[in-house]
Nanobody, 121 residues
Framework: QVRVVESGGGLVQPGGSLRLSCIAS????????MAWYRQAPGNQRELVAQISNGGRLTYGDSVKDRFTISSDNGRYYLQMDTLKPEDTAVYYC?????????????????WGQGTQVTVST
């Protein structure tokens, strides 16, 4: 089973930057997809950015050219630049992976606990 923990949220002024981090753990053999989602009060959870096995990157329309998703040695990052008040939300790391479930392989997915990002003066 895969587990994920994210960190790096906080309070930042409009126009500022933050970097979120996510680390996946467990008996993982292959990560199919790693993504960042966010959910603001009263809104549905939405995709922010995604990196798929093979390196394909996908971004939500509202964050294109401002946010960058990347990976490095098992850690995943979301670099957020030129932040706007409407980026305020709880950000979640999501991982879909294949790994060992006992003596057999299985697919599993996991969500992090969420980290608050607040963009405000």
């Amino acid at each position: 089973q895969v587990r994920v923990v994210e960190s790096g949220g906080g309070l930042v002024q409009p126009g500022g930057s933050l970097r979120l981090s996510c680390i996946a753990s467990g008996s993982i053999t292959t990560i199919y997809t790693m993504a960042w989602y966010r959910q603001a009060p009263g809104n549905q959870r939405e995709l922010v950015a995604q990196i798929s096995n093979g390196g394909r990157l996908t971004y939500g329309d509202s964050v294109k050219d401002r946010f960058t998703i990347s990976s490095d040695n098992g850690r995943y990052y979301l670099q957020m630049d030129t932040l706007k008040p409407e980026d305020t939300a709880v950000y979640y790391c999501y991982v879909e992976a294949n790994g060992w479930c006992g003596k057999t392989k299985c697919d599993s997915e996991a969500w992090g606990q969420g980290t608050q990002v607040t963009v405000s003066t």
